[in-house]
């Protein structure tokens, strides 16, 4: 006689896109933690459910209709024979600001469609959720995990299979303990995450090496966290990276707040992935203040790049965040990074307390003069439960109630600037970031003699203007808000239509050439090494003058190089991009 089948107990998560870094960790941590408990395992399968906005039942829907669609998906999971006969269903969500309106439009229809169903719910919005007393009157879910939730999931789940009370601290929403690092299981090392799209498909990896933070950054929701950092043990690294190796993974996001807050653990762990994870891509964030020339050394003989918290270079506006900065000590710890070669990126942020669009446009030069692969740039987000929302109000901070909870104005600030600040930040994005234009961006901008800013701030109302959009086929997904990167190709044909313009207007046409030359040059080449792709290339200039020194003064170099036109491919090889001149 064939036993009957376990329920299932669902835990959910919702990615924003599919790629490498949209690994349901949170979800996976939970999932593994409830698995390890014999009392659950023994009664429920616990199923660790994935989706993505991009997948086509959910794209383009509304969150309500996302979220209807996916409860009918999880529903379909509990509808077994028999199924009042095996238990309580249970679903547990991850949820976080983006995708919390999704998650209780889909809590409300999965309630209808399983009506003995208990839905509990945790992750950073729930956490955030301070003054929250109760999760029924205030949300879709019975019972909220506010807090990390591996204990207190497990502990909530005993419960409600056993019939028994839940715990005071969820009954009551209040926030949990922060959890024993060492005690808890790798959600890597049992599978919980093997069948995820971000690993299955994308060879990704999410990896966790530490929680809390020794920084209050006022915007974030650390700020009035635990200041203590509670490190995995090393052993557990170990071996998740050796996991990593061993299934083929080939980027893995790292995910610590502050990963080189610890000098001695950050090297050690630098020499351990040297040792056994050469072909793997790291991204690290790092402070840059806490760099040194060893440390920038040791970032240069792994595959890597470095993302990099700036934020802003308006001294006073970073002393309201809590976020205080030495730009003069901030310029010499990049410029290590630079000297050693290793890729990294920069991270800035608008509509802070105290900033302007004038000093917003500075801290882009500046950082652009600092020479980042790219520029990550953010309106303020005021979150629930941090510092700063606390203070909102005697700063005259307004911002959306709801998620994603973004700045709408400061008295410095005005709407209306936030506007322009918005459209620089979309237009370096494009230009600068996906245009992969870091090698050749402050070159081609000097004989115009505009800052970066302002370039931009030409480009945005370039890609906006309707006339130019039509002449230059401007894809619709260039548009602000919009989420599809463009491809490189697409991205460099708008540079080069741009520069064009720029370089007619300001009476420079006769270098145009060499723009020309320069940006698709570099553009291929940076094909070749990110995608293995082969370009062949029409140019006016030989290769070896555009890649010199010299090409780096573009008046000089049109006064000075031979226009010597040429045909040549581009091509990928073990070492690197390479090139062979056809005609």
């Known amino acids: 006689m064939n036993a009957s089948p376990k329920p299932v107990l669902a835990i959910a998560s919702i990615q924003v896109q599919s790629s490498y870094q949209a690994v349901p960790l949170g979800a996976a941590c939970i999932a593994s933690a409830l698995r ?19 997948y086509p039942k959910l794209s383009g829907l509304s969150a309500r209709e996302a979220g209807m669609a996916i409860a009918r998906d999880l529903a379909s999971l509990y509808q077994v024979p ?20 999704i998650f209780e439009a889909a809590a409300i229809e999965l309630r209808k469609l399983v009506p003995s169903i208990v839905i509990f719910a945790g992750g950073p919005e729930i956490t955030a959720n301070e003054n929250m007393a109760s999760a029924r009157d205030a949300t879709p879910f019975d019972y909220l995990v506010r807090g990390e ?15 028994a009370p839940v ?56 700020s009035k966290g635990s200041k203590k950092v509670r490190s995995f043990p090393a052993d557990r690294l170990e071996k998740e990276l050796d ?36 072909e ?42 809590n976020r205080p900065v030495d730009i003069a000590q901030f310029t010499k710890k990049i410029a290590l990074l630079n000297d050693a070669g290793v890729t990294f990126g920069l991270d800035l942020m608008y509509g802070l307390p105290g900033d302007t669009l004038s000093a917003f446009r500075s801290s882009v030069d500046y950082a652009i003069g600092l020479y980042p692969n790219n520029l990550e740039i953010f309106r303020l987000a005021v979150l629930p439960g941090t510092a700063l929302a606390d203070r909102a109000q005697e700063l005259k901070i307004e911002y959306r109630p709801e998620p994603p909870y973004h700045v709408i104005s400061t008295p410095k600030f005005p709407a209306q600037d936030l506007e322009r600040a918005a459209n620089i930040a979309h237009a370096a994005d494009v230009f ?64 080069l239509a741009f520069l064009a313009l720029k370089y007619r207007e300001k009476g420079k046409a006769h270098l145009a050439e060499a723009v020309k030359d320069i940006v698709t040059l570099n553009g291929a080449w940076t094909r070749a090494l990110a995608e293995g792709e082969e370009t062949e290339l029409e140019l006016s200039y030989q290769p070896d003058d ?21 045909r040549i491919r581009l091509f990928p090889t073990d070492e690197g991009p390479d090139y062979s001149v056809l005609e």
């Open 432 to 495: 600068y970031t996906q245009g992969r234009a870091v090698t050749w961006f402050l070159s081609t901008l000097a004989p115009l003699k505009l800052k970066g800013s302002q370039f931009l701030q030409d480009f945005a109302l370039f890609l906006a203007d309707p006339a130019m959009r039509k002449k230059y086929g401007v894809p619709e997904t260039c548009k602000p808000g919009c989420s599809r990167d463009l491809s490189h190709r697409e991205a460099e044909r708008l540079q």
């Open 167 to 222: 715990p005071s601290e969820i009954a009551a929403g209040k926030r949990v303990p922060d959890e024993d690092c060492i005690a808890l299981g790798s959600p890597w090392l049992d599978g919980s995450l093997d069948d995820t799209e971000a690993v299955r498909d994308f060879k990704g990896a999410l990896w966790e090496l530490a929680r809390g933070c020794p920084y209050n950054c006022a915007y974030c929701y650390e």
């Open 546 to 566: 555009l890649f010199g020194p010299d090409a780096m003064d573009i008046e000089y170099f049109c006064e000075n190089a031979y226009m010597e036109r040429c």
């Open 280 to 321: 793997i891509h790291f991204n690290f964030e790092v402070r840059a203040e806490l760099l040194d020339r060893e440390m920038a050394a040791s970032f240069s003989r792994i595959a890597c790049s470095l993302q990099i918290g700036l934020q802003s270079s308006n001294v006073e506006a970073l002393k309201l965040v």
């Open 243 to 278: 996991r990593f190796v061993s299934t083929g993974t080939e980027r893995v996001f790292v995910l610590d707040p502050t990963y080189n807050a610890s000098r001695d653990r950050a090297l050690a762990l630098l020499r351990l992935i040297e040792k056994k994870a050469p």
């Open 82 to 101: 028999d199924a009042a006969a095996l238990g309580v269903p249970i679903a547990g969500f991850s949820d976080y600001g983006w995708n919390r309106a």
């Open 149 to 163: 939730g591996e204990s207190a999931s497990r502990a909530l789940v005993r419960a409600i299979l056993a019939n």
């Open 36 to 54: 390890s408990d014999r009392a659950i395992a023994d009664r429920v399968s616990v199923r660790l459910v994935d989706f993505s906005l991009e």
